[in-house]
């Protein structure tokens, strides 16, 4: 019978939850690494039984925790993440050039057929991969080296790299989204880089319409149509049918296109999700009233599914790595909030259930289906 | 209390000295270490040769008291030996005999801040 597990990273400490293919019922386990941050923990798609954790504080740095056993026991494995060579300067807040300094890894991305194969997603803004189930990382210095890198400022959260797509059908491709900075891809394997941000506008910077600078907050992508793209911007939820080479608002209706997480249906490669957030003022939901957003026709018209979530004096906020979907049928969709709650919907976001209420605030969230 | 083994040696010797070591709980906790630790330095007893001891002895340390990239002192860190606060002293200086002697263990201590 199937299972899922979820992979819960929250600011003090990993939890692991388990339920059968019913999704009612959640076990709960944790916390892992209590009282550190972990801002993301991810599963191995090559082996499940793989898991790492990005185990991070403000104290005592960064730490790569990994579990060879779905999670029950971890031992700690590479953290040395140095950029190649002199690391050069990105922009500071106040527009001064600042040397690019490592602080923590806020996305891992497992290969999806060898086990052994992992990338991080750092800040400050680079990409490492460790081909050695993360002993050991070698930074891919062409994406901070790009010459717009010295224009690159750092979004409200850090100079962090946050998303990293790998194209199932060529693992040569591969899209990559900094806070922010905005959208990198390659056709190389990660060697040259080149900016896709075309179409995204953003008022609140010089120039709206820059070809680097966008508060690109996540983008996620459909297996089976890889060159499709969804985007939560940090205003405007983007969509592009040409893998990043451009992009159209597919806001629509939405009671508020600002927002941090996004998900996409995982056998409706034109459904997707969105948590919509008052504004980047206010990091609660508008009204109080916790609603996931559904669209059926890839973005422009949208759903709210509110059943079983609160409605009224509601004021978490869904960070941009704490929204999932497991491969079950019907979908199963999850996200966390800054609250603590992870909820769960296993009929597609028809109807929601939290599986566990009283976390840390969380940071990230992932699902694996077991057979 | 002085773990047994401790400061066989000290200063400057050419011989090894044995340097206690007092860690925060949330760095016994990552290593699986108890408060207290002995670390074996070789040559002149200094908070660089200290850390250097402690990551190479365990190496899941490495990277968690002084960034990796600059050797300096993470910002929330601080190190103390008896009475005196040494976060701020040159990693080349010679810590005090107390602790070269193993009479005092170095102290690493994980600031208080946040509120």
Not at chain 1, 136 to 162: D, I, K, M, T, V
Not at chain 1, 204 to 223: T, Y
Not at chain 1, 250 to 265: E, K, N, Y
Not at chain 1, 323 to 339: Q, R
Request: proline share 8%; with cysteine; net charge negative.
């Amino acid at each position: 019978m199937s299972s899922v597990r979820l992979l819960v990273g929250t600011r003090k400490g990993a939890f692991v939850l388990t339920s059968d293919s019913r999704r009612e019922h959640w076990e709960v386990e944790g916390p892992h690494f209590g009282g550190w941050e972990v801002y993301h923990v991810a599963g191995s798609k090559a082996n499940p039984e793989r898991i790492w954790a990005s185990q991070t504080s403000s104290w005592f740095g960064q730490v790569l925790q990994r579990s060879d056993d779905g999670g029950k026991t971890w031992a700690a494995v590479g953290n040395e993440f140095s950029y190649e060579g002199d690391p050069g300067t990105h922009l500071w807040y106040d527009g001064t050039p600042r040397p690019w300094e490592f602080k923590r890894v806020w996305h891992l991305e497992p290969s999806l057929d060898d086990p052994d194969l992992v990338w991080a997603g750092a800040e400050d803004a680079a990409l490492f991969r460790s081909e050695d189930g993360g002993k050991s990382w070698q930074e891919l210095p062409g994406l901070r080296l790009h010459p717009s890198g010295p224009r690159w400022q750092p979004g409200a959260g850090g100079l962090c790299l946050h998303t990293i797509l790998v194209h199932p059908g060529d693992p040569a491709r591969m899209v990559v989204a900094i806070s922010a900075a905005g959208v990198l891809s390659t056709r190389d394997g990660g060697s040259t880089w080149a900016p896709a941000n075309r179409g995204l506008r953003s008022q609140f910077i010089p120039e709206p319409e820059a070809e680097v600078g966008h508060c690109v907050h996540k983008v996620v992508a459909h297996p089976s149509r890889p060159d499709v793209l969804y985007m939560q911007k940090h205003w405007d939820v983007m969509r592009s049918d040409d893998w990043g080479a451009s992009w159209h608002e597919v806001s629509g209706d939405l009671p508020s296109d600002f927002g941090f997480a996004i998900g996409v249906h995982a056998h409706e490669p034109e459904t997707i999700y969105v948590v919509p957030i008052k504004s980047d003022s206010e990091h609660y939901p508008p009204e109080g009233k916790l609603r996931v957003y559904r669209s059926r026709t890839g973005g422009g018209e949208w759903e709210a599914l509110t059943e079983g979530l609160p409605q009224a004096h509601c004021y978490v906020d869904v960070l941009r790595d704490a929204m999932a979907v497991d491969s079950l049928e019907p979908c199963g969709v999850y996200f966390g909030t800054t609250g603590g709650q992870v909820y769960a919907s296993a009929d597609a976001g028809d109807t929601w259930a939290p599986a566990v209420s009283n976390l840390p605030a969380v940071l990230s969230v992932e699902a694996q289906t077991l057979p | 209390m002085t773990p047994a083994g401790a400061g066989a040696a000290g200063g400057t010797s050419a011989l090894t000295a044995r340097v206690r070591v007092r860690l925060p709980a949330q760095l016994q906790k990552l290593a699986q270490l108890p408060a207290e630790i002995v670390v074996a330095v070789d040559g002149a007893v200094t908070q660089r040769a200290v850390i250097d001891a402690l990551e190479r002895e365990h190496p899941v340390l490495g990277g968690t008291v002084r960034d990796r990239a600059t050797d300096k002192r993470r910002p929330f860190v601080r190190f103390f030996a008896g009475e005196s606060d040494l976060s701020n002293a040159p990693p080349d200086e010679p810590l005090p005999a107390a602790v070269c002697e193993g009479r005092e263990p170095f102290v690493v201590v994980g600031a208080i801040a946040g509120g």
